[in-house]
């Protein structure tokens, strides 16, 4: 599942996908523009006419929306965010992601694996969206103290798995 399909969320769906890590991506992006863009560009699958609607049924879910989205985008997630499925963010803050992830999410924040890719391009978009765009960088997981250790594992090795440099830190 992704929710936010520019240039960070494109990226990250391309290279799961030239990993052999996912059957099918389904995603979904604020403008419906984008959505249908991402999805001609083979970006994603599925076009989700909701962030729920993308999360339902998938079993890895990047949250790619600016950090001042992040807790209107919990919100509208919650009720499927599920113990067993891994949820991160690409979000340059943690504090404010991991303050919104714990206001919203409260018992079901053991899902959720903040994370910070160290990596991006002068142009977003979908159109800029690069299967390579983390390969050789560096990606920065920030688990709480509740944060589940087997997705925080998990993270580590689909990060690993497309290419990334994972190193854990406090948010």
């Not at 950090?67 to 404010?96: C, N, Q, W």
């Not at 899902?111 to 391009?121: E, L, Y």
């Not at 920065?140 to 087997?150: C, D, G, M, R, V």
Request: hydrophobic share 45%; glycine share 10%; with cysteine.
């Amino acid at each position: 599942g992704l929710i936010g399909c520019g240039l960070m969320g494109g990226s990250f769906a391309l290279a799961l996908k030239r990993a052999g890590l996912v059957k099918r991506v389904v995603g979904y992006s604020k403008s419906p523009s984008t959505t249908v863009r991402a999805r001609k560009l083979g970006v994603i699958d599925v076009e989700a006419e909701s962030a729920l609607l993308a999360v339902a049924g998938s079993d890895i879910v990047l949250i790619a929306v600016p950090v001042a989205a992040s807790e209107t985008t919990f919100k509208a997630i919650r009720h499927l965010v599920e113990p067993g499925v891994l949820f991160m963010d690409v979000g340059s803050t943690k504090r404010d992601v991991v303050d919104a992830a714990r206001r919203v999410l409260r018992e079901r924040v053991p899902s959720f694996v903040p994370a910070h890719p160290i990596a991006g391009k002068e142009s977003g978009g979908i159109q800029n969206a690069d299967a390579a765009l983390y390969h050789g960088r560096q990606v920065i997981l920030t688990p709480l103290p509740q944060t589940s250790p087997a997705l925080v594992q998990r993270a580590t090795d689909v990060w690993a798995a497309i290419g990334a440099q994972v190193l854990k830190i406090t948010p």
